[in-house]
């Protein structure tokens, strides 16, 4: 785990219930994070394997960063939306 990763978890549930969003609770954010540490650790070690040819490897940090691009998107436009 990254420490992004533990920042995100510690603040997740806060930022949550503040800006009242009741969907994200601790156990979801420790999941959700958990699951993207786990796929982007299966392409990292797939593309070891693959000499950085596998389309698994070059697919999952494209799709982590179009996700995080949405974010920031998201962020620009309505300023009060929580930063998870």
């Given at each position: ?9 510690v ?6 219930r ?25 392409a ?17 940090p494209t799709?982590?960063?179009s996700h ?10 309505y300023?009060d939306t929580?930063?998870?």
């Amino acid at each position: 785990m990254r420490v992004v990763d533990l920042g995100e978890l510690v603040t997740a549930a806060n930022r949550s219930r503040r800006n009242r969003v009741p969907t994200i609770t601790p156990t979801r954010a420790v999941i959700a994070i958990g699951v993207a540490g786990a796929v982007i650790t299966a392409a990292s070690a797939e593309g070891v394997g693959t000499g950085g040819r596998s389309p698994f490897f070059h697919a999952a940090p494209t799709g982590f960063g179009s996700h995080s691009i949405t974010r920031v998107a998201v962020i620009a436009v309505y300023p009060d939306t929580p930063p998870m």
